[in-house]
């Protein structure tokens, strides 16, 4: 096995273990590791990406589930436009998109550079959303659905999703607390299921598009789910909430760098 490998497979490690202390977040490496390490395609690299954050917030999912904190019905409700949007984004959009977009300058956007760069700014606003955090509130609500609204984020959010490989909980935590009053660690817990199910389908949109590596997969994901039991553990020693803060600042920072790479130092 490669250097360059072995570093792939302990940014696995990394993705599960910010998983698990944070409770969030550790998925927007994945890309990035495989793209920049790994010398993935960024195509495949963000349809791995879905089974690896599927099967991670799935992982969550269960726990919080066996604890009482999703509610099944919301997220039911949230996950059918999501998971919709997400397998015809995979199946469909992706596929659709040209090699070679347009030139800028003598610069020639490609449909990889197109969707780093995207990646990227996914990458900022989730930095930005875990720099400010969010107001813990335990208040319990009568919850209430604004139909339009979680149709219209839910869809988005399902793009999103597919054209990253990303969880986008950034997105879906908010939309629950203001569009189904949940209280905030229920819309938390409720999200992992929402990202759990729309991650895994969109995969399903993949697999007559492209060509999976199992083996690579299978490992990669196994690595992953074993750093979200390492860092459950370390939790109880280390205090979530500043280390989300600085962990915001890493992936700040990651996303500009993605950004100037993809575009300043690729000419």
């Not at 799935?58 to 509610?71: E, S, T, W």
């Not at 606003?125 to 009568?142: L, N």
């Not at 999200?191 to 993949?206: E, R």
């Not at 909430?241 to 130092?265: D, H, P, Q, R, S």
């Amino acid at each position: 096995m490669e250097l360059m490998e072995i570093f792939g497979f302990v940014g696995a490690l990394l993705i599960g273990l910010v998983l698990g202390l944070i409770g969030g977040g550790g998925s927007i490496l994945t890309v990035p590791i495989l793209v920049y390490v790994l010398e993935e395609d960024p195509v495949r690299a963000t349809a791995y990406s879905l089974f690896i954050v599927g099967l991670s917030a799935l992982v969550g999912a269960v726990r919080n589930a066996q604890k009482g904190m999703v509610d099944f019905r919301t997220g039911i409700v949230f996950a059918i436009p999501a998971l919709l949007a997400v397998f015809l984004t995979r199946k469909f959009l992706i596929p659709a998109i040209p090699e070679h977009l347009f030139t800028v300058g003598g610069f020639e956007i490609t449909k990889n550079i197109a969707i780093m760069v995207f990646f990227a700014i996914i990458m900022l606003a989730a930095a930005i959303a875990m720099i400010k955090g969010r107001k813990e509130s335990a208040e319990e609500t009568e919850v209430k659905y604004n139909y339009p609204m979680i149709l219209l984020e839910g869809s988005v959010v399902g793009v999103v999703t597919g054209i990253v490989g990303a969880g986008g909980g950034f997105l879906i935590i908010p939309a629950l607390v203001l569009l189904a009053k949940l209280p905030m660690k229920k819309a938390v817990a409720t999200s992992l299921m929402i990202i759990a199910v729309k991650s895994l389908i969109g995969f399903l949109g993949d697999l007559g598009n492209q060509e999976i590596d199992w083996t690579f997969l299978g490992s990669f994901s196994a690595l992953a789910v074993v750093g979200i039991f390492l860092g459950i553990y370390l939790n109880k020693f280390i205090d979530g909430a500043k280390l989300k803060k600085a962990f915001g600042w890493f992936v700040l920072v990651m996303g500009i760098y993605i950004i100037l790479k993809e575009t300043v130092f690729a000419v």
